[in-house]
């Protein structure tokens, strides 16, 4: 930890959106893809999507988010948003963004492939 720094979580109703934040320095969006995570209790933790490294860029979201997530980088390229629609009471986790393991390399999906994370942003999906 120590290396990212999440915000953006809170309350919402079904239906809402909310728009997380995670900033890094240029020394590691430059070099390493950034991920985002949630974990719900008593669930593993989850893969969202990634980011790429600047100025490779691009984005993937897992299939499961697509049309209602989506992920994006702001001007500087120092933040990374994940703006999430149309949310439902099972989005209730706590989102984690991370860094990628390696260097200049695409990471997959499963936590092993980061590292760094975040101290995590609850976000609470009211029905």
């Known amino acids: 930890q120590g290396q990212v720094l999440e915000s953006g979580g809170g309350l919402v109703q079904a239906g809402g959106s909310l728009r997380l934040s995670c900033a890094a320095s240029?020394?590691?969006?430059?070099?390493?893809?950034m991920g985002w995570f949630r974990q719900a209790p008593g669930k593993e933790r989850e893969f969202v999507g990634v980011i790429r490294w600047t100025p490779v860029g691009g984005t993937h979201v897992a299939d499961s988010f697509k049309g209602r997530f989506s992920i994006s980088r702001d001007k500087r390229g120092n933040t990374m948003h994940l703006q999430m629609n149309n949310l439902k009471p099972e989005d209730t986790a706590v989102y984690y963004c991370?860094?990628?393991?390696?260097?200049?390399?695409?990471?997959?999906?499963?936590?092993?492939?980061?590292?760094?994370w975040g101290q995590g942003t609850q976000v609470t999906v009211s029905s």
């Open positions: 240029p020394q590691i969006t430059t070099r390493y893809d």
């Open positions: 991370a860094v990628a393991r390696n260097a200049l390399q695409r990471a997959g999906n499963d936590p092993s492939d980061f590292t760094s």
